[in-house]
């Protein structure tokens, strides 16, 4: 079986390039992958988290049950966008620990685990992964991380002036010099590689994916590795 683990976050919905964005990657992830693992015979399930559960799917091995998935994920998302000002949800940070430890409940025979996120807030905040959970989760289940990335994000092409920033989590905005966004690039990237290495001791496999060339890096990502899909 596969189980898709769903970051449905603001950050997930943030985007710079029309039709370029993190959002989009998600879902034709959950397509490929998807419709991979169900044409192997394997049953294909989700859980949608945010800082907190937001669906759990149990694995089913059928089309329909793929495109559930994607509709599940894309009207959770699509609902928090559409909220008029002050009705919308401020999310606290996602919490990568309740989806991870919820299906290390749910399954006690081997699964393979696909995380699909920004890990944002795990880049700006170590502890929101119980890292000692992941490695047990890991030595059950066979765990791969899909880290999305939008090179474009703090890519303004200005080195003076004043950018307003929205925190798509929190709804806050911030003020920050055109200058430092090199900078803050440079700092998103040595804390993204700390994660990727954090996973590494973990037993988890990771790909840091952007649209442009994910198809392409998630063969050969997945190349060679025959167990994942039975």
Request: glycine fraction near 8%; charge should be positive; charged fraction near 25%.
């Amino acid at each position: 079986p596969v189980d898709l683990v769903i970051d449905i976050s603001p950050s997930m919905r943030f985007q710079i390039l029309e039709g370029a964005n993190k959002g989009r990657l998600l879902f034709e992830l959950i397509g490929l992958l998807g419709f991979t693992g169900i044409s192997r015979q394997d049953p294909v399930g989700a859980v949608g988290f945010s800082d907190g559960i937001e669906f759990f799917l149990r694995p089913k091995a059928n089309r329909g049950h793929i495109f559930h998935i994607a509709k599940r994920s894309f009207e959770t998302m699509r609902l928090a966008a559409n909220l008029s000002p002050g009705q919308e949800k401020l999310s606290g940070p996602s919490d990568f620990n309740l989806p991870l430890r919820l299906i290390y409940k749910k399954f006690k025979c081997r699964h393979v685990v696909f995380i699909i996120s920004d890990f944002v807030d795990a880049i700006n905040d170590p502890t929101l992964i119980d890292y000692d959970h992941l490695k047990r989760l890991s030595s059950r289940h066979h765990v791969m991380a899909l880290v999305l990335n939008d090179p474009e994000e703090f890519n303004w092409g200005m080195t003076r002036g004043i950018v307003l920033a929205k925190n798509p989590e929190m709804g806050r905005l911030r003020a920050i010099k055109g200058s430092k966004a090199a900078r803050i690039r440079e700092d998103i990237a040595e804390k993204r590689a700390r994660l990727i290495a954090s996973f590494k001791e973990c037993g988890v496999e990771t790909a840091e994916l952007a649209y442009e060339d994910y198809f392409e890096k998630l063969v050969i990502f997945l190349a060679g590795k025959n167990s994942v899909f039975s």
